[in-house]
C-alpha cells in the first residue's frame, strides 16, 4: 500500500490540467489515476489529502535567492532556516542560491563555504548557482570545475564595481569558459559605472532619499547593459540568462535576441510586476518619513509606473519573452540593516523579501486573466526546473517525480503581512496585499511539511540538488 494519495483534485501540469488521484509512495510520485480509479481496485493509502476543488500542482522551484547575502556591510536577514521554512509556508519547495566568490578569492572555498552555510539547516531541496565576483586567471580554471559539482549556472555583475564587478574583457573570458562547459551565464545586466557617476552626482545635490535608488539606476543603464550581454554571449556562444529584469527596454533587446534565434533568456520578479518607482520608492510615512522607500530598495530597482514597465513585464511572461518569475529574494531589515543609508540612499543594503509570497503573488496573474493556470505553474517551477537542469524530479506531477507537491486553494485566501509571514523580516514589501488563493498542503520528497499554515517539517530534512546541464536550450 502506498503512504499517501492525493484525491480529487486538479492536477496542473505544463501541459495542461486533468482531474486525478497523484499517489505517492516514500519520496516519489508513483501513479496518476483517473477519478474512481483508486477505489475501483481497492487500493487504499495510509493517508489521504482530499483535494476535491483544489489544484494539485508540482512544488515551487525559487531559481533566484540570496539568503545570509553579505552586502553593504551587513547580511541578508534570513538563514537558510529561516529563509527554507517560509518559502515552504508559500508552495515553493526548491530554492537555487547562490554561492559567493569575491575578487580575490577562491572559487572553491567561496562554494564551500555555502555548503557550510546550507547543509543541515534547510527545510526543503536546495541546489547552487556560482556567483563570480572577481574574473581572474584562477576563478576561469575553477569554473570548469562547477558542473562535476552540481552546479551548472554562474552569475555576472555588470554592476556594483568594487563589489561583484566584471568589466567588458572579464565577462568575455568567463563565457568563452561557460561555453566550453555548458555553464548557463547569468547576468546582472546594469551599467554599474554609469550608475556610480549618476548616484555620486545626486547625493552632491542633497537627493538623498531611496526613491532616487531608482532615478540613478536609469532603464537606459539596464537596456544597454542588456544588450551588451547579449553580444557578449552571442560572439561567444555562451547561452544567456538575464536575472531581475525590469526594464520594458531591456525585455525589448531579450525579445529581438529571441526573434534572432538566439540562447537568450530573462526572468522577472513580482516586484518587478506589482510595484513602483513612485509608489513604493517614493513612499513616505510617519515612522520613517521619505527614508520608507528603502523598503523596497533592490537593483535592478522598481520601474516608474507611469512608463509601463509593469504591464511590459506581464506582458513578456504572456509571450514567452521573459520565461521565469523567481524573487531575488535577499531580505534586510529596517532596522539596523536598511537603516544603514539614511542620508545616502547608495549605502542602503539592496534587496527585497519574497520568497514566500511568489507562488500566491503570480497566482493573481491566472484570478485577473493575465496568465492561464499551466503559465502560472510553468513560470514558478516548470521552466525554471528545465533552465536549471532539474526536471523530472523537480517540476512536474508524473510517476518517478520528486513528491514535491501543493495542494492549492483557489477558494482560499491569503492575507500578507510582516505580522503572519516566516520570514525574517522587521517589515513586509508586500503588507496589505490580499490575494485570492492559498497554500493548504506542501509536500517535500512526500512529506507533509506544510498543513494550512503550520510547520509541519525540519530544519536539515532538504538535501542539495546536484544539477544537470539546462534542459532548457534549443
Ligand atoms: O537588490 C538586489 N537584487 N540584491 C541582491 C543582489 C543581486 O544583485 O541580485
Ligand atoms: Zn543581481
Ligand atoms: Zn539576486
Ligand atoms: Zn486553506
Not at 496542473?12 to 501513479?31: S, Y
Not at 556560482?130 to 559539482?149: K, N, W
Not at 539606476?217 to 553580444?231: D, N, Y
Not at 518619513?289 to 506582458?315: N, Y
Request: hydrophobic share 40%.
Amino acid at each position: 500500500m502506498p503512504d499517501l494519495i492525493i484525491s480529487g483534485g486538479t492536477v496542473v501540469n505544463a501541459t495542461g490540467t486533468a482531474e486525478a488521484d497523484v499517489v505517492i509512495d516514500g519520496e516519489k510520485i508513483v501513479a496518476l489515476l483517473a477519478p474512481g480509479v483508486a477505489g475501483s481496485v481497492g487500493l487504499v493509502a495510509d493517508r489521504t489529502i482530499d483535494a476535491s476543488g483544489k489544484y494539485v500542482v508540482p512544488g515551487g522551484v525559487d531559481a533566484h535567492t540570496h539568503m545570509e547575502l553579505p552586502f553593504g556591510g551587513t547580511a541578508a536577514s534570513d538563514t537558510f532556516e529561516t529563509g527554507t521554512i517560509a518559502a515552504a509556508h508559500g508552495g515553493t519547495t526548491t530554492i537555487v542560491d547562490f554561492a559567493v566568490q569575491r575578487y580575490g578569492e577562491r572559487v572553491q572555498d567561496g562554494l564551500e563555504a555555502w555548503h557550510k552555510r546550507a547543509d543541515g539547516n534547510c527545510a526543503i531541496d536546495y541546489a547552487f548557482h556560482q556567483i563570480i565576483g572577481g574574473v581572474d586567471a584562477d576563478s576561469l580554471a575553477a569554473m570548469r570545475s562547477l558542473v562535476d559539482e552540481g552546479i551548472t549556472s554562474y552569475k555576472l555583475f555588470m554592476a556594483y564595481p568594487g563589489v561583484f564587478y566584471a568589466d567588458d574583457a572579464q565577462i568575455l573570458k568567463a563565457m568563452q569558459v561557460a561555453r566550453d562547459e555548458g555553464l548557463l551565464t547569468m547576468m546582472h545586466a546594469e551599467n554599474g559605472p554609469a550608475i556610480d557617476v549618476l548616484a555620486e552626482q545626486l547625493v552632491a545635490q542633497g537627493k538623498t532619499d531611496p526613491y532616487f535608488h531608482g532615478v540613478a539606476r536609469a532603464w537606459q543603464l539596464e537596456e544597454e547593459a542588456t544588450h551588451r550581454a547579449i553580444m557578449l554571449a552571442d560572439l561567444t556562444g555562451a547561452p544567456l540568462y538575464v536575472v531581475h529584469v525590469s526594464a520594458k527596454q531591456a525585455v525589448a533587446q531579450i525579445a529581438t535576441a529571441r526573434d534572432a534565434g538566439k540562447n537568450v533568456f530573462g526572468e522577472t520578479c513580482p516586484q518587478y510586476l506589482y510595484l513602483s518607482l513612485e509608489e513604493q520608492l517614493g513612499a513616505s510615512s510617519e515612522e520613517y518619513g521619505a527614508f520608507e522607500g528603502a523598503k523596497w530598495v533592490c537593483s535592478t530597482p522598481l520601474r516608474a509606473r507611469a512608463e509601463g514597465h509593469q504591464d511590459a513585464m506581464w506582458q513578456a511572461l504572456r509571450t514567452n519573452d521573459l520565461q521565469v518569475v523567481s524573487t531575488d529574494h535577499c531580505p534586510f531589515c529596517m532596522k539596523d540593516q536598511k537603516e544603514l543609508g539614511r542620508g545616502d540612499f547608495r549605502a542602503i543594503p539592496n534587496g527585497i523579501g519574497t520568497v514566500e509570497h511568489r507562488m500566491d503573488l503570480l497566482y493573481q496573474g491566472v484570478v485577473t486573466g493575465r496568465l492561464s493556470l499551466e503559465r502560472w505553474v510553468e513560470l514558478t517551477s516548470v521552466t525554471p526546473a528545465r533552465m536549471f537542469g532539474m526536471y523530472g524530479s523537480k517540476g512536474v506531477i508524473q510517476p518517478g517525480a520528486d513528491a514535491d507537491v501543493v495542494v492549492y486553494d483557489p477558494a482560499g485566501h491569503t492575507s500578507i503581512g510582516a505580522a503572519t509571514h516566516h520570514m525574517n523580516m522587521d517589515h513586509s514589501a508586500w503588507e496589505g496585499f490580499e490575494i485570492d488563493g492559498h497554500v493548504d498542503v506542501v509536500l517535500s520528497r512526500g512529506q507533509v511539511v506544510v498543513d494550512d499554515g503550520v510547520f509541519h517539517g525540519r530544519a536539515g530534512y532538504g538535501r542539495f540538488v546536484k544539477r544537470g546541464l539546462s534542459q532548457y536550450l534549443v
